[in-house]
């Protein structure tokens, strides 16, 4: 059972250029999301998705962009990548809004310099 | 908006005691969970333990419970007989209407 898979586990990044993060759960969950966690200020939600053709914003949206055509994947693009999103991220998933715990993937390290 | 706060940033204590990590939140939400989350240095996180709202009962797992007050949006966490596996970044969590909203953490080193 591979859970919550995201590729890649490591990149850096130019400031300027663009990459697709991405999310795979094979659980058949409805629910995904996108973190990042900074040093010291714990995980921010960046988009949600409720199920696939549907998504909506978290705290921290500005950068980024998803999509969530299947229920299985939830991609996250970074446009125009900048310092300020250097990061750890991570795509996390749960079967419904409340009563399960969200599986979480490994986090992706991203450096922008 | 729904918000968690975590106020200790960092403790420390020796293997074997009880350590008791704080959280308190703020939502107009009747119907939400809790949860504490785990995360060593390897990155994974890991849930420690739930709660549901309308369970007056304080959620147990092993070693670990959960002080739960819900007048006070109070969710502390209490670790019996620590070990040294326990090292790690503990996240509160509140899952409502808004996803799922964490805490900035708190970073509890146990010493041999």
């Known amino acids: 059972n591979a859970g919550v898979t995201q590729t890649p586990k490591f990149r850096i990044l130019k400031i300027g250029q663009s990459m697709t993060l991405q999310c795979a759960q094979d659980m058949n969950h409805n629910y995904m999301y996108w973190y990042r966690q900074d040093p010291g200020m714990g995980l921010k939600l960046i988009y949600y998705s409720v199920g696939a053709g549907i998504t909506d914003k978290g705290e921290v949206p500005n950068g980024y962009n998803v999509s969530r055509s299947t229920t299985e994947d939830f991609p996250l693009r970074l446009e125009l990548a900048a310092p300020s999103q250097t990061s750890v991220y991570f795509c996390?998933?749960?079967?419904?809004?409340?009563?399960?715990?969200?599986?979480f993937g490994q986090g992706t390290r991203l450096t922008v310099v | 908006a729904q918000t968690v706060t975590q106020s200790q940033p960092e403790m420390s204590v020796q293997e074997a005691e009880t350590v008791t990590l704080s959280c308190t939140y703020d939502?107009?939400?009747?119907?939400?969970?809790l949860f504490w989350y785990k995360q060593p240095p390897s990155r994974q996180m890991i849930l420690v333990i739930r709660?549901?709202?309308?369970?007056?009962q304080n959620a147990t797992e092993n070693r670990f419970s959960v002080n739960f007050q819900k007048a006070a949006k109070s969710f502390s966490l209490k670790i019996s007989d620590s070990q040294l596996g326990d090292t790690a970044m503990y996240f509160c969590a509140f899952i409502g209407g808004n996803g799922l909203t964490f805490g900035k953490g708190t970073h509890l080193i146990i010493q041999p």
């Open positions: 709660q549901e709202a309308y369970k007056q």
């Open positions: 939502t107009s939400e009747s119907n939400y969970y």
């Open positions: 996390a998933s749960s079967y419904s809004r409340l009563n399960t715990e969200a599986f």
